[in-house]
Structure formats: structure tokens, C-alpha cells
């Protein structure tokens, strides 16, 4: 066996190792931008519908089933900046296997409504990306949430770039640990840069007002 | 390599090409069903929580 039979060999050979390499990253490029859309889309717009379907059966409540188990959909969000449309299921946990379902309510903070800061995470990019455009936010924009019962619009007013480690900004009161809550806020996060995670985007919102599902969709979702 | 894989299969070439494409899909379900849902959480993309590591697939603090 020649020597330039054993170098055609081994070039080709990486080549091909080369080719292979390259056809893998595609293939995670598609899996990463595509299927993990596709899956989590499927599984947020079944938590939808499955609470629909519950909340239209039992209209009077309760508000949840207590209690409400680590990856159980509990409540949707409405953000109408983000579209008229748009509707999330949030789950609770924020693993990322329930962030792959809708929005994750950190299970140490409260529920919807209550006084206390109502704080939920979601995808910026990939796996149903619910939050990706939440950087068009502005401060007095309306976040509703829907549960059986009723509907809680909470308006923004604050955003903040934080470092990831900066755990404050879901506590009860923002910032401050040892303060006792009077106000019922909810903080969303998500990571920032989009694409990237050295950064987090935090909303604050307050609770502005709720009123009941008899009474009717709240006016910022007449047009839904 | 893929000569060399393409000669081992058995058969005529239609047997033999629908055997590499039975394989190829095999690889690509691997991909997706266990190798990239591995790599997922040590990529920056779904760190989205605040929590005291700074890291998703760290136990998560809040």
C-alpha cells in the first residue's frame, strides 16, 4: 500500500468526519429553533384548552385546585402589547420542563391576585419562546391574568436589566427581604440579551384591578 | 468512511439505500430524543430564571 493511498485515505476520511460534523449542528440548529417550538407550542395551546374546557365546566370555581401540584397549569397570561391573541398558559415550576409548557410561577412566591409579588418565568428564544418580543413592554402596559374565577390586570411599572443571580426581584417586595408586603405585584423575568443569558429582563407589574369572569372580559380584551 | 459502510450493507442498491436512509433516521431520532435535549440545558439559550448560581441546570433556588 503506497503512501498516497493511505494520505487519500485519512483525508477523506476527515472530510467526511468534517461533512458529519456540520450536518449534526444543522440538525441541532433545527432542533433547537424548530422542534422545540413545535413541542412546546403543542404542549402550552393543550394546557390552554384543557383549562378552558375545566374552568367553562365549573364557572364558580374554586379558583384553583388546591394544591396545586409542580407542573400543573393553573392560571393563563394575556400581555395585549404582544397581540390581542396572545395567551399563555402558566405552569407552576420553573424547571425547564415546565418552561417548555407555558410560563413558570416560582412556587415560593404567591398566586395570582394575593398580596405578595406573583413572580413567573418564561423562554425569550426557543421551546414556544412565549416572552420573546416582551422587551416591547412599556411601563403601563396591561399583563392579565385569567384564573376560573377571575380576571387580574396588573400594569407595568418598572423594567430592569438585573445580573442572573439577583434573586430580589422576585422577592415579596422587590429588593427588600424583610419587608412586610402591602401591594399585590407580579415581576416576569426572562433571559436578556435575547439569544444569550448573562442578563435578565424583569417587569414589575401591579395589580391595578380584577373583577369576575361573569362580569365580563376586561376592556384592554374587548377586541379578542 | 461512508464508501466503506456502503459496502457493508447488504443487497441490491435500492435495498442498500433504503438501509442507509433507515439508518440515517435512526441517528436523527438519537439526536433528538437524547443527545440534544442533553446539550440544551449547557447552551445559553434557556436560562431564564433568577436563581443564586446563575444556571438552569443547577437546582434552582427560587
Known amino acids: 500500500m503506497s503512501s498516497g ?3 487519500r485515505v485519512i483525508t477523506r476520511t476527515v472530510g467526511e468526519l ?3 460534523a456540520g450536518v449534526i449542528l444543522l440538525l441541532f440548529v433545527g432542533y433547537q429553533l424548530v422542534w422545540t417550538n413545535v413541542q412546546a407550542d403543542r404542549a402550552a395551546a393543550e394546557h390552554t384548552r ?30 395585549p402589547r404582544l397581540g390581542q391573541n396572545f395567551e399563555v398558559p402558566i405552569v407552576q415550576g420553573v424547571s425547564l420542563a415546565n418552561l417548555a409548557q407555558g410560563v413558570g410561577h416560582y412556587p415560593e412566591t404567591v398566586l395570582p391576585g394575593e398580596i405578595g409579588n406573583f413572580s413567573v418565568a418564561g423562554h425569550r428564544a426557543t421551546n414556544g419562546e412565549p416572552f420573546a418580543y416582551l422587551d416591547q413592554l412599556r411601563v403601563g402596559d396591561s399583563v392579565i391574568v385569567e ?9 407595568v411599572y418598572e423594567e430592569l436589566i ?19 408586603p402591602e401591594e399585590a405585584l407580579m415581576t416576569l423575568t426572562t433571559c436578556n440579551p435575547r439569544w444569550d443569558s448573562y442578563e435578565r429582563l424583569i417587569f414589575h407589574t401591579r395589580l391595578a384591578s380584577e373583577q369576575p ?8 380584551l374587548q377586541g379578542a | ?44 439559550f434557556v436560562d431564564v430564571t433568577v436563581d443564586e448560581t446563575g444556571s438552569a441546570s443547577a437546582p434552582l433556588q427560587w
Open chain 1, 213 to 220: 369572569k361573569s362580569s365580563g372580559r376586561p376592556p384592554e
Open chain 2, 1 to 44: 468512511m461512508y464508501a466503506w459502510m456502503w459496502r457493508q450493507l447488504p443487497g441490491p442498491w435500492p435495498i442498500r439505500l433504503l438501509a442507509a436512509l433507515v439508518l440515517f433516521a435512526v441517528v436523527v431520532v438519537v439526536l433528538f430524543v437524547w443527545v440534544f435535549p442533553w446539550l440544551e440545558p449547557r447552551l445559553p
Open chain 1, 5 to 7: 493511498h493511505s494520505f
Open chain 1, 18 to 20: 468534517l461533512v458529519t
Open chain 1, 50 to 79: 384543557n383549562l378552558h374546557d375545566q374552568w367553562s365546566a365549573t364557572p364558580d370555581g374554586p379558583e384553583f385546585d388546591v394544591p396545586i401540584q409542580n407542573g400543573d397549569a393553573f392560571a393563563t397570561m394575556h400581555i
Open chain 1, 147 to 155: 384564573t376560573a374565577t377571575t380576571w387580574y390586570t396588573y400594569k
Open chain 1, 162 to 180: 438585573v445580573a442572573p443571580t439577583q434573586v430580589d426581584v422576585v422577592y415579596a417586595v422587590p429588593g427588600d427581604a424583610n419587608a412586610q
